[in-house]
Structure formats: structure tokens, C-alpha cells
């Protein structure tokens, strides 16, 4: 349950909002979420990690850099935005001084 209590302390402090839908959570989020978080984006089946934030990519900058869960680094990681995130499968642990390195 400590997934649950994480999720719902970023509920809590206005950080993220999200919307149950079937059991599932959507991001609706202007904040980063923390690194280690794992979560499901458009058009893949997949789950994938945060690994970073604010990653420039061929002169684009995306919101989030991924490896896939539960593989790991081994394969080619992923860049998307944060409005590609159709659900949050886990909230990574955030540590004070990480939101410092949001913007």
C-alpha cells in the first residue's frame, strides 16, 4: 500500500490531479512527476520508467526520458511529453530538492 499512500500525498499537496477512470489513472498534471514512476503512454502498450526530465532530443525538448519497465536500460529509451501519459501505473518516490530540478 505504500504506492497508494505516495499517490494519494501528490493528490494531497496539489501536485498532480488525477481522474479514476475503470480502475485506471490519467494525468492531468502541470508538475513533473518523480523519477522511478512508471506509466503507460498513447498509441504503446508498454509501460515505461521515468528516468529523466527535461530531455533535449534533436532540438526538441520532452518532458520525460523512459527506459521500459520492467527491461530496464537495455533496450532503447523513449521520449514523450507529459500530455502523452494516458496512466500512471506507479508514483516514484520524490525527495524534497527534486522539484528544484522541474524547471
Known amino acids: 500500500m505504500k504506492e497508494q499512500n505516495n499517490l494519494d500525498n501528490f493528490i494531497l499537496q496539489g ?8 480502475k485506471d489513472y490519467s494525468y492531468h498534471g502541470n508538475e513533473l512527476l518523480p523519477l522511478g514512476s512508471v506509466v503507460r503512454i498513447i498509441n504503446d502498450d508498454n509501460q515505461y520508467m521515468i528516468i529523466g526530465h527535461n ?37 516514484g518516490m520524490a525527495i524534497k ?5 522541474n524547471n
Do not use: M, R, V
Not at 501536485?15 to 475503470?22: N, V
Not at 533496450?75 to 496512466?87: A, L, M, S
Not at 530538492?97 to 530540478?101: G, I, V
Open 15 to 22: 501536485k498532480i490531479t488525477l481522474e479514476k477512470t475503470k
Open 55 to 91: 530531455y533535449k532530443k534533436e532540438n526538441i525538448i520532452y518532458s520525460y526520458i523512459s527506459c521500459s519497465y520492467p527491461n530496464g536500460i537495455k533496450e532503447n529509451c523513449k521520449c514523450f511529453q507529459k500530455e502523452d501519459i494516458i496512466k500512471i501505473d506507479y508514483i
Open 97 to 101: 530538492d527534486e522539484n528544484n530540478h
